[in-house]
């Protein structure tokens, strides 16, 4: 009989962080975590459905980073999350590592989890991303959106 944990996906740690900053607001948010000692890592504009400027930032030389996301435009999920918040920023997602992103996408799916994402897709920096509802599964709404991410090659 095998171990069933060997079947649960190889989930590592937390990735990131994600908060949403207002449109004009990020060089602020930047700066402040750096006077923290937050160190920037990466900035992209990511495009396509997500329409967001982003901006990763690292504290120390773990592998947990804090990543700000800046609306591009008004259809950005990233706005409407904002509108929705009363016009603050704030939380938009929390991200896990993971070994294997298929397996773990198949393995989520196969188990009840309300996956937003058809398959695994581009994600920012080289990685592999999907993304779990906020209503989780039936039995367990976590309340947030949460990010499944397996790094690149060149991340």
Not at 95 to 107: G, P
Not at 121 to 140: M, Q, Y
């Amino acid at each position: 009989m095998s171990d069933p944990l060997e079947q649960v996906p190889g989930f590592l740690f937390f990735d990131h962080v994600a908060i949403s900053v207002r449109p004009g607001e990020l060089e602020a948010h930047v700066q402040a975590y750096q006077t923290m000692g937050f160190r920037e890592l990466h900035r992209e504009d990511v495009l396509g459905g997500d329409q967001v400027r982003e901006v990763l930032l690292q504290v120390g030389d773990g592998p947990n980073l804090v990543q700000l996301l800046e609306p591009l435009n008004a259809e950005s999920p990233v706005a409407k999350q904002i509108e929705k918040n009363g016009g603050r920023g704030g939380l938009a997602h929390v991200a896990l590592r993971v070994k294997d992103i298929q397996k773990a996408f198949e393995y989520l799916r196969d188990h009840g989890f309300k996956i937003i994402d058809k398959a695994p897709r581009k994600g920012s920096r080289g990685t592999t991303v999907f993304f779990l509802h906020p209503k989780t599964t039936e039995a367990a709404a976590f309340g947030y959106l949460l990010e499944v991410v397996q790094e690149g090659p060149h991340a």
